[in-house]
């Protein structure tokens, strides 16, 4: 056991050393497959960025839902005032508010032929 517990700790010491010191960039493996590596992480690059792209589309569709919904809100309570005062009765009593000398037809309307 105590030899597998010494080996273990010189092997991650020489693994982080070949790293840092360059040596992995230099070799073979590396060197033949460079084009695959760089391909890898620029396929990389692009799934982070679209999945960024994705999350940003996705909360402005939120808010521009969000903005549609009072909107109808809006529109709503607006039809239903303008329904409000364009009722007969109402507008009589603003035409006779303002004491205008118009007044409600007697007879019913006819066609002119």
Known sequence: MSNKENTTPRKRGKII????GGKLFKSDIFIKNIWLILLIVLYAFIYVSNRYSYR???KSIKALRA???DMRYQLLTLQSEFSEKSRQSNIEKYVNKYDSKLKTATNPPFTIR
């Open 67 to 69: 903005e549609r919904q």
């Open 56 to 58: 940003q589309e996705l």
């Open 17 to 20: 050393n070949t790293i840092l």
